[in-house]
């Protein structure tokens, strides 16, 4: 039987072909993946909206304390490495209604965190990143010394104001002064303190161009961008 083999064109242009096919499969590859984490960190700040509700409504209609929802920290309110060391025991005040369920971290921090958070300030070296939280909570809310209201009958807009959303484990001058360091929220107008994250749907590879995922004090989620930190954190 005649074996007729490929020529040296008919290779060139099979690899052809199939460069082609690859500029066009991995590009959308990629972003159904980061759809797709996208989609699962929405549905983990859903969680956290719901248990969000069912501590308002067994506790007379009270937030959580902003500064120990995760942990019960005595004061020590700045523990910069907490989020992620994994021999940090959660036992703060909503921990009760997030515990059991396996929400707590944005697959795309998680990936990101571990080429960026060893350079997060003041990182204790001797402390591995092994991200266990990604989300924080609005300081305007509940008691304590940032506090605003402490009731969600004092929220009059309460589909406008952030309950918990994503933050950066890295600073954007002029934006922010400190990243995730404690769980907490603290956005402020005219001094860049916290601000919600950037790394979801960049232009590109600027991790400060992108959005963050929020879930507002009314339990519905949404994206929202950096520059709006304030205008969602305050409570209205």
């Known amino acids: 039987m005649n074996r007729r083999a490929f020529t040296l064109i008919e290779l060139l242009v099979v690899i ?53 929802w995760l942990y019960d920290i005595g004061g020590q309110a700045v523990v910069p490495c907490r989020w992620h060391d994994a021999t940090s025991q959660a036992d703060g005040s909503l921990w009760p209604y997030l515990g059991h369920m396996d929400v707590h971290m944005c697959p795309l921090f998680h ?69 995730l360091n404690n769980n907490i929220l603290w956005i402020q107008r005219t001094n860049p303190f916290n601000n919600i994250a950037t790394y979801h749907r960049t232009k590109g590879s600027d991790l400060n161009s992108g959005v963050a995922n929020v879930v507002f004090v009314d339990g519905h989620v949404d994206s929202a961008l950096a520059e709006d930190s304030y205008e969602i954190a305050y409570p209205k």
């Open 16 to 68: 052809a072909v199939i460069a082609v096919l690859m500029s066009v499969l991995i590009p959308a590859l990629k972003s159904a993946k980061e759809q797709a984490m996208f989609t699962v960190c929405r549905a983990n700040l859903k969680s956290y909206g719901l248990a969000g509700s069912i501590y308002l409504a067994e506790n007379d209609a009270r937030f959580p304390n902003a500064q120990r």
């Open 111 to 179: 990936v990101l965190s571990r080429s960026i958070g060893p350079d997060h300030l003041r990182h204790d070296q001797s402390i591995p990143i092994d991200p266990q939280f990604s989300y924080s909570m609005n300081a305007y809310l509940g008691s304590g010394n940032i506090g605003v209201v402490r009731k969600i009958t004092e929220v009059k807009n309460t589909a406008a104001v952030l309950f918990f959303s994503e933050e950066n484990c890295w600073t954007i001058p002029g934006v922010s002064s400190l990243p």
